[in-house]
């Protein structure tokens, strides 16, 4: 999106270059995926009627992804105070991920980009957004500083434990992929 | 700086070392091989992350929808309030100009402004939130026409479609109700539905068909869209107001909170528009009064 020079917003083919990532990060928030969907239209009108407040200088991609968490976190309280889910957002229901009760099939279907995905959804929600964030849209740790409202020091601390974290999740889920193929080879 | 520390590993793998510590850490790692295999092992790992880039693709369906929201949003953006584009006008520099010479002159220009700005906003204002309420409604048929806003709920029964927005739209959603035929048929019939944007929230798009014309219906709160100027035309308690706009009619009239938008390209005068769905019905005769 930009500004022409009478502030009226123009919409660029550029502008839907985020959309990947946004609705990568409305999945990790709300784990369903029509909830994501939504959450991301929701956002691009949010972000369209508050063009005018944009700076020219402003970084849009972070603006965009502060929008769509105030949004999801907005809706969150509201559902709250409805008392409409549980307390605890982040455990309401992930369709996200596939599940199968033959850990064999499991494992041998799983690609790579998979076993992240699924690592990634079993992390708590602090840590499956600076994950995505840093790893995913390469932010900066001030731009995920600003996106979640806290100091960069907070940052940077809660990316170690969300990467330690993230990597003994997947070793465990790579080691047992690999020993399974393995074992169907022999 | 210990420049062995683990976060700082951390720190230069995402560039988030500058300058001087940069330069330090650099030097450092040239020696420390504990520090080297920390970092090969790290980048092996976020590596193996960024092989999985996006982590999520965002549906067709979903980019359908956002371009088409952006396509209605932008075309419904309202033009600065009047007092703000007064404001503007007395931000910019007058001093270059003859009312620097004589600044009483000026004073005078801008009081003479906000009077008359006084005398007429509520009317200006009125008028404009009209016309962009109308602006919305024909880019709104036009998308619809076009196949750029697919519908999200494709049923004939008014029910189901007042069911689906309930909780989706920012107000009490209600349909008028339909008109029907002396031989049970209804005059026209309801297709679909969709949310679409205006002003920054959701208002309802209904669609209909009659014979081989698409009809389409905007609905949102009175709060955010007025129906004001045009060709009024009255029944009972409510007041259509009809616009002919690019080759388009344009009924709107507003109700219980709500305002209403009736877009089609039937090619009549306002009394045979309304005429059209309400010829042969009890109520037609109020129609042909105003002829």
């Known amino acids: 999106m930009s500004l022409t020079p009478n502030g009226a917003p123009v919409v660029e083919a550029a502008d839907i270059e985020h959309i990947d990532g946004l609705y990568s990060y409305a999945l990790v928030l709300t784990r369903n995926r029509s909830e994501a969907e939504d959450l991301v239209q929701d956002t691009y009108v949010r972000a369209i009627g508050a063009m005018g407040r944009l700076r020219p200088d402003s970084n849009v991609k972070s603006w965009l992804f502060t929008i769509l968490r105030n949004t999801w976190f907005n809706q969150l309280r509201q559902r709250r105070t409805a008392k409409l889910v549980a307390l605890d957002g982040e455990e309401g229901a992930m369709d996200v991920a596939e599940t199968s009760k033959d850990p064999y099939a499991f494992y041998v279907s799983k690609t790579e980009h998979e076993q992240v995905r699924e690592a990634i959804q079993q992390l708590p929600v602090d840590f499956r957004e600076i994950i995505l964030l840093r790893e995913f849209e390469e932010l900066s740790y001030q731009e995920i500083a600003t996106i979640l409202d806290c100091p960069a020091g907070t940052v940077m601390s809660r990316l170690a434990r969300a990467r330690a974290k993230l990597r003994t999740l997947l070793s465990a889920a790579l080691t047992t992929s690999d020993f399974v193929r393995k074992e169907a080879m022999e | ?291």
């Open chain 2, 1 to 291: 700086m210990n420049a062995c520390e683990e976060h700082n590993v951390q720190l230069y793998l995402d560039n988030e070392l500058r300058g001087q510590e940069l330069e330090d850490f650099r030097a450092h790692l040239s020696g420390c091989v504990a520090c080297r295999e920390q970092l090969e092992e790290q980048q092996e790992f976020s590596d193996l992350l960024h092989r999985s880039r996006p982590l999520y693709t965002a549906p067709h369906e979903l980019r359908t929808r956002v371009m088409a929201a952006q396509h209605v949003s932008v075309s419904d953006q309202t033009p600065d309030p009047l007092p703000k584009r007064v404001l503007r006008l007395m931000k910019q520099p007058l001093w270059n100009t003859k009312f620097a010479v004589y600044p009483w002159r000026a004073l005078a220009a801008i009081a003479l402004v906000f009077v008359l700005g006084m005398m007429f906003i509520p009317t200006i204002a009125s008028n404009a939130r009209a016309a962009t309420y109308i602006d919305t409604a024909l880019t709104t048929h036009r998308s619809y026409l076009d196949g750029r806003l697919p519908l999200e709920i494709e049923s004939d029964s008014p029910e189901a479609v007042t069911a689906w927005f309930a909780g989706k739209v920012p107000f009490d959603f209600r349909l008028p109700s339909s008109q029907v035929l002396p031989n049970d048929q209804p005059a026209y019939r309801q297709v679909g539905a969709r949310l679409v944007n205006y002003k920054g929230s959701y208002a309802a798009l209904i669609t209909y068909a009659m014979k081989n014309e698409r009809i389409s219906l905007l609905v949102a709160s009175n709060k955010s869209a007025t129906a004001s100027g045009g060709e009024e035309i009255r029944s009972g308690a409510l007041t259509f107001h009809y616009h002919t706009e690019a080759g388009f009619n344009v009924i709107t009239w507003s109700t219980h909170g709500l305002t209403y938008a009736q877009v089609s390209s039937v090619h009549t005068s306002a009394h045979q528009s309304c005429l059209v769905c309400h010829q042969n019905m009890a109520d037609s005769r109020k129609f042909q009064e105003h002829q």
